[in-house]
């Protein structure tokens, strides 16, 4: 059996870190996937773009004394979460064009509000869910 063969290339992101995306990817929309032989599926995971804005949510608690920052890793995992609860369009949207969802982070260990364009994948905002949140996102998991 020939061996596969894929090509990756570092994308640095504003705040120093990156990841290595397949060659050709769009930035904004970075899927990964794995292959793997024996007939094992390929699992393939969204994630937000967070250029603009991950500098605000991972300083939100020099604007809001008491709250978690939130790192944008974190808020993709909410994102990608299975058992999200989601509001389309999002309760605050003014333009109709955002969504939010409470999602969990297993890297956090906490439930996370996160806020999105749509369309564009683009991460908008992201903050530690309120009791009440947390409390509906673990009652919807029975």
Same mark, same amino acid.
């Given at each position: 059996?020939?061996?596969? +063969?894929?090509?990756?290339?570092?994308? #640095?992101?504003?705040?120093? &870190?990156? !990841?290595?995306? *397949?060659?050709? /990817?769009?930035?904004? +929309? =970075?899927?990964?996937?794995?292959?793997?032989?024996? $007939?094992? *599926?390929?699992? $393939?995971?969204?994630?937000?773009?967070?250029?603009? @804005? !991950?500098?605000?949510?991972? !300083?939100? /608690?020099?604007?809001?004394?008491?709250?978690?920052?939130?790192?944008?890793?974190? =808020?993709?995992?909410?994102?990608?979460?299975?058992?999200?609860?989601?509001? $389309?369009?999002? #309760?605050? !949207?003014? /333009?109709? @064009? /955002?969504? @939010?969802?409470?999602?969990? $982070? &297993?890297? =956090? &260990?906490?439930?996370?509000?996160?806020?999105?364009? &749509?369309?564009?994948? +683009?991460?908008?905002?992201?903050?530690?869910?309120?009791?009440?949140?947390?409390?509906?996102?673990?009652?919807?998991?029975?």
């Amino acid at each position: 059996m020939g061996d596969l +063969i894929h090509e990756y290339r570092w994308l #640095p992101e504003l705040n120093g &870190r990156g !990841s290595w995306q *397949p060659e050709g /990817s769009i930035p904004t +929309i =970075a899927v990964r996937l794995t292959t793997v032989l024996h $007939s094992q *599926p390929v699992i $393939s995971e969204r994630r937000l773009d967070w250029q603009y @804005r !991950s500098e605000y949510i991972v !300083s939100r /608690s020099s604007r809001y004394p008491g709250d978690a920052d939130i790192e944008p890793a974190w =808020a993709n995992e909410a994102f990608v979460d299975d058992d999200a609860l989601g509001d $389309s369009p999002g #309760p605050a !949207s003014k /333009s109709g @064009r /955002s969504d @939010r969802l409470v999602g969990y $982070s &297993r890297t =956090a &260990r906490m439930v996370i509000v996160v806020v999105y364009l &749509r369309d564009e994948l +683009i991460g908008v905002n992201a903050w530690k869910a309120n009791e009440t949140q947390t409390r509906r996102y673990w009652e919807d998991q029975r």
